[in-house]
C-alpha cells in the first residue's frame, strides 16, 4: 500500500495561512498533481507530506498510519527537487547511490540496484561521468534515479521540469509518466503548469490561495469548471469568459444586440473555449476581427462583441484581417454559465 491521505491540513507562517484547511487522496499508484499558479501553496503541501515543514493543524496518513508528527526519513517517501542538487564532484554513480551509501546499505545489494535503475531511466552508459558533463535532460534522470533507487513507493515531485527547455520538458514528462506507471509509485507532482497536469495526471488538485479549488481528473477540470478561475487556468487559451446584460429578448453579450438565451443575463459570465468557438455564416452573436495569429497548426482569432473579448482557435490558417465582421457560434452543450459575484458555476449551466 502507499496512499497518501491529507484531513484538513493547515500550515500558518506567522498570521499567514499558506495552506488553509486542505483534504484529499492519493490512491496507491496513481499520478497526482498539484496545480496553481505560483504563491498559491502548492510545494508547501508537498513539503507538508515529506515532512520537511511542520503542520499547524490537521493529519497526514501514508498507508492508513499517522505521519504527521514523523520525520521526513521514517515516512518512506523519495523527493525530486526543482533544482537536480546534485553532488558536482560525484560522478553519475554515485550521486544515485548517495542515499544508499548514507542508510548502509551493503555494497552488493547498492550494485544491483544501481544496474537496474540505470537501465530503467536510461543512464547506463553516463555513470562515470559528473554533473557538469552531463545535459539538462540527464541530470534531471539521474535526479529521478536517486529517488527510485531508494525502492519507496512514494514520489514526491516539486515541479521538476521547470528548468528544462519545451522541446526536452515534453519528452521527460512522457519519461516520467511512463517510469511511474511502469513501477506502480503513488506520484505528487506539483507543477504550474497545466499542459504537464492534463497530460501526466490521474486526478489534478487545483490549488489558489492556499485551498482547493477543485479537483477531479483532466477530463472533468476542462469540461466542466467549477469555478471562473479553473475555467481560465486550464486550457490552452484559456476559457473565454464574457460579461453577460438583458437585452430585449433575453441574455446577451454586454454591449452587444445578440440574444444568447432567454433568461436574462444581468449577474451571469458565460465560458466558451477557444476551441469551441466557431464562424458561422448566419446565426450565432457578431463581432470584429482585432487580431490574427497564425500558428502553423492553428490560428488565434481575437474577436470583440460588444463590450466583450472572444479568442477563437480554429485549425490551419484563416484570412480575417483586422476589422473583418464576423459570426460566432459554438455546439450546443459547449458554452457554461458562472455565477459571477461569487466566480462558482451555475447548476446545470450548461448552453
Known amino acids: 500500500m502507499s496512499e497518501i491521505v491529507l484531513e484538513q491540513v493547515t500550515k500558518r507562517f506567522g498570521p499567514v495561512k499558506a495552506v488553509d484547511s486542505v483534504s484529499f487522496r492519493a490512491e496507491q499508484g496513481k499520478f497526482v498533481v498539484l496545480l496553481g499558479p505560483s504563491g498559491c501553496g502548492k510545494s508547501t503541501l508537498l513539503r507538508l507530506i515529506a515532512g520537511l515543514e511542520d503542520v499547524s493543524e490537521g493529519r497526514i496518513l501514508i498507508d492508513g498510519a499517522d505521519v504527521t508528527r514523523l520525520s521526513p526519513e521514517k515516512r518512506r517517501v523519495s523527493m525530486v527537487f526543482q533544482s537536480y542538487a546534485l553532488f558536482?564532484?560525484?560522478?553519475t554513480a554515485e550521486n544515485i547511490v548517495f542515499g544508499?551509501?548514507?542508510?548502509?546499505?551493503?555494497?552488493?545489494?547498492?550494485?544491483?540496484?544501481?544496474?537496474?535503475?540505470?537501465?530503467?531511466?536510461?543512464?547506463?552508459?553516463?555513470?562515470?561521468?559528473?554533473?557538469?558533463?552531463?545535459?539538462?535532460?540527464?541530470?534531471?534522470?539521474?535526479?529521478?534515479?536517486?529517488?527510485?533507487?531508494a525502492e519507496n513507493r512514494i514520489c514526491l515531485m516539486?515541479?521538476?521540469?521547470?528548468?528544462?527547455?519545451?522541446?526536452?520538458?515534453?519528452?521527460?514528462?512522457?519519461?516520467?509518466?511512463?517510469?511511474?506507471?511502469?513501477?506502480?509509485?503513488?506520484v505528487v507532482y506539483v507543477t504550474h503548469d497545466q499542459v504537464e497536469a492534463m497530460s501526466m495526471a490521474d486526478r489534478v488538485v487545483l490549488v489558489r490561495e492556499g485551498r482547493i479549488e477543485q479537483e477531479g481528473s483532466p477530463e472533468e477540470l476542462y469540461a466542466k469548471p467549477a469555478t471562473m478561475f479553473a475555467a481560465r487556468f486550464i486550457g490552452t487559451p484559456g476559457m473565454n469568459l464574457v460579461a453577460l446584460a438583458d437585452g430585449p429578448g433575453g441574455a446577451v453579450v454586454r454591449g452587444s444586440a445578440d440574444t444568447l438565451f432567454a433568461r436574462g443575463g444581468n449577474g451571469l459570465t458565460l465560458g466558451v473555449r477557444p476551441e469551441h468557438v466557431g464562424l458561422v455564416e448566419a446565426g450565432?452573436?457578431?463581432?470584429?476581427?482585432?487580431?490574427?495569429?497564425?500558428?502553423?497548426?492553428?490560428?488565434?482569432?481575437?474577436?470583440?462583441?460588444?463590450?466583450?473579448?472572444?479568442?477563437?482557435?480554429?485549425?490551419?490558417?484563416?484570412?480575417?484581417?483586422?476589422?473583418?465582421?464576423?459570426?460566432?457560434?459554438?455546439?450546443?452543450?459547449?458554452?457554461?454559465?458562472?455565477?459571477?459575484?461569487?466566480?462558482?458555476?451555475?447548476?446545470?449551466g450548461v448552453l
Do not use: C
Open 284 to 348: 450565432g452573436i457578431r463581432g470584429t476581427v482585432t487580431s490574427s495569429e497564425y500558428h502553423g497548426a492553428d490560428t488565434i482569432l481575437t474577436v470583440k462583441v460588444g463590450e466583450e473579448t472572444f479568442l477563437v482557435r480554429a485549425p490551419g490558417q484563416l484570412a480575417h484581417p483586422p476589422g473583418s465582421a464576423v459570426r460566432l457560434g459554438w455546439k450546443p452543450g459547449m458554452a457554461h454559465l458562472f455565477d459571477t459575484a461569487s466566480g462558482r458555476r451555475v447548476p446545470d
Open 88 to 91: 558536482p564532484h560525484l560522478s
Open 158 to 186: 516539486d515541479e521538476p521540469l521547470s528548468n528544462l527547455d519545451a522541446q526536452l520538458r515534453h519528452g521527460m514528462r512522457v519519461e516520467i509518466r511512463g517510469l511511474q506507471q511502469r513501477l506502480g509509485m503513488t
Open 100 to 149: 544508499l551509501k548514507v542508510r548502509r546499505t551493503p555494497e552488493e545489494e547498492r550494485r544491483k540496484r544501481l544496474e537496474h535503475v540505470a537501465e530503467v531511466v536510461g543512464l547506463a552508459a553516463y555513470l562515470d561521468r559528473k554533473p557538469q558533463e552531463l545535459s539538462g535532460g540527464q541530470r534531471q534522470r539521474v535526479a529521478l534515479a536517486r529517488a527510485i533507487i
